[in-house]
């Protein structure tokens, strides 16, 4: 059965989509970008503020559909600019441990907000009995 992820400690869609949506454990997370919960505005600071709060509301949502960072298979991150590659990684990295997950990074002509930044990501439950 699919079900719909929402918490108000991560922003809310800007769009007609969920959080995250799980189904038979696993979780697919829609792509967060720096936007601060509650007000929704962008945060102020450049690639390391925006992607550190990335982070966190990807960290939330997942805390929401009972699962961790740790829980995470695969992501997605997204660039406007890919010399942002390396703190974007730096951060990255202090946010996820071995094995980490797969990863592709690409370079896009825009995002949403204005934003530098979006990640997305896929995460198993270790229990899948929920």
């Known amino acids: ?21 799980e189904q038979d454990g696993w ?5 967060q970008i720096a936007l601060e919960p509650g007000s929704g505005r962008m945060v102020e600071g450049g ?22 960072l740790r829980d995470v298979v695969k992501t997605t991150i ?3 600019d890919l010399a942002d590659f390396e703190t ?16 592709s990074t690409v370079q896009v002509p825009a995002l949403p907000r ?7 990501a896929i995460a198993r439950k270790a229990d899948t009995s929920a």
């Open 27 to 31: 979780i697919f997370c829609s792509g």
């Open 114 to 120: 204005g934003a530098r930044v979006e990640i997305e």
């Open 1 to 21: 059965m699919k079900r719909a992820i929402q918490t108000h400690a991560a922003p809310a869609a800007v769009g007609p989509y969920s959080q995250a949506i």
């Open 47 to 68: 690639i390391e503020a925006q992607t550190r709060r990335v982070m966190e509301n990807l960290r939330e949502v997942l805390i929401a559909a009972g699962a961790s």
């Open 88 to 103: 974007v990684n730096r951060i990255y990295s202090e946010h996820f441990e071995q094995p980490y997950p797969a990863r």
């Open 78 to 80: 997204f660039l406007t």
